[in-house]
């Protein structure tokens, strides 16, 4: 299914599923490393976005976005011992996908509402809705997640793609305080543990 959003992932191939589909964070989320909270500049507010910065999908606002997690603009996307990576991929000058570097150099990617892939370059994942790899920004490791910025509207209040509240669907899986398990979710550490 996902195969006609991104047309260069073959799994078992060049990339491998990481975790199953799951409505609940989008790939900027996954970028930071969290899994519980749609991260997006939409205009409605129904997305998480830092309220100090505009609500457009440019390049240079998610510069700053990733800016205020700590990272900083770098012009290689190539692996380097001791840092991790995201790279920003663009359509006509807006964002449309984020990719994550992984320890062992593969990288780490959401498909839409879909799964979660490792994959060997950013290749793999450009095209389709993706569009190029534009930007690569960079933090030294530290084996965490990134600390994020304070995010508007309340956790409470967000919804995915679908327009689904996040708070119903962690409650359909069984969880009662949405503020809690946002906070607390995070990628599993994991990742990038083999090949593709």
Same mark, same amino acid.
């Given at each position: 299914? #996902? ?10 191939? %060049?990339?491998?599923?990481?975790? +199953?589909?799951?409505?609940? /964070?989008? &790939? ?6 969290? =899994?519980?909270? /749609?991260?997006? !500049? ?22 700053? #976005? /990733?800016?205020?997690? +700590?990272?900083?603009? &770098? ?7 001791? /840092?991790?990576?995201?790279?920003? #991929? ?7 996908? *984020?990719?994550?570097? @992984? ?12 799964? $979660? ?9 450009? +095209?389709?809705? %993706?569009? =190029?790899?534009?930007? *690569?920004?960079?933090?030294? *490791? ?6 994020? !910025?304070? @995010?508007? !509207? ?17 409650? $359909?899986?069984?969880?009662? %305080?949405?503020? *809690?398990?946002?906070?607390? =979710?995070?990628?599993?550490?994991? @990742? +990038?543990?083999?090949?593709?």
């Amino acid at each position: 299914m #996902f195969e006609t959003l991104v047309p260069n992932v073959r799994l078992g191939d %060049n990339s491998q599923e990481t975790s +199953g589909q799951t409505p609940l /964070y989008n &790939c900027i989320a996954h970028s930071v490393q969290t =899994a519980l909270v /749609y991260i997006w !500049p939409d205009a409605d507010e129904e997305y998480a976005w830092p309220p100090t910065l505009p609500r457009n999908d440019s390049v240079p606002n998610f510069v700053e #976005f /990733y800016q205020q997690c +700590g990272f900083e603009p &770098c012009g290689d996307p190539s692996f380097e011992e001791g /840092y991790e990576k995201i790279v920003i #991929f663009q359509i006509g000058g807006r964002v449309a996908h *984020a990719a994550l570097q @992984l320890e062992n150099g593969h990288w780490t990617s959401k498909i839409g509402d879909l799964i $979660d892939i490792e994959h060997i370059d950013l290749q793999v994942v450009s +095209g389709g809705v %993706n569009g =190029a790899p534009t930007q *690569a920004v960079r933090r030294r *490791a530290t084996g965490l997640p990134p600390q994020l !910025p304070p @995010l508007h !509207p309340p956790l409470s209040q967000l919804v995915n793609s679908s327009g689904t509240p996040l708070a119903r669907l962690t409650r $359909d899986a069984g969880n009662t %305080n949405i503020e *809690a398990t946002i906070a607390s =979710a995070t990628m599993p550490r994991h @990742l +990038g543990s083999g090949p593709p």
